[in-house]
Nanobody, 128 residues
Framework: QLQLVESGGALVQPGGSLRLSCAAAGSILEYYTMAWFRQAPGKEREAVGCISRTGSSTEYKHSVEGRFTISRDNAKSTVYLEMNSLKPEDTAVYYC?????????????????????WGQGTQVTVSS
């Protein structure tokens, strides 16, 4: 079972930047497709983006494309979410998620129920 711990959430002004980290333990991260999700108060959880096992492919929610970047360092068992040009509407609890995927690498998936390992989340607040 993969244990995931997010960190890096903070209060930041509009236009600012943050880098979230997701530290993995209990299994070998390179076997997992990973994703970032977020949930704002009163709203449903939504996918922010995902990354394939080797990092060869990524996909993003349209509203964050060009501002957010997902990367991973399998040697450090860590996945990152770099967020730039932050907007108040980016305020949410951010979660990382993973799913074991052996065999041939496939593009990552942006669907929440597909993932079966989740972290506890880290709060990001964008406000002046």
């Amino acid at each position: 079972q993969l244990q995931l711990v997010e960190s890096g959430g903070a209060l930041v002004q509009p236009g600012g930047s943050l880098r979230l980290s997701c530290a993995a333990a209990g299994s070998i991260l390179e076997y997992y497709t990973m994703a970032w999700f977020r949930q704002a108060p009163g709203k449903e959880r939504e996918a922010v983006g995902c990354i394939s096992r080797t990092g060869s492919s990524t996909e993003y929610k349209h509203s964050v494309e060009g501002r957010f970047t997902i990367s991973r360092d399998n040697a450090k068992s860590t996945v990152y979410l770099e967020m730039n040009s932050l907007k108040p509407e980016d305020t949410a609890v951010y979660y990382c998620a993973g799913r074991l995927l052996l065999g041939v690498e496939i593009p990552c998936v942006m669907t929440g129920p597909w993932y079966d390992n989740w972290g506890q989340g880290t709060q990001v607040t964008v406000s002046s």
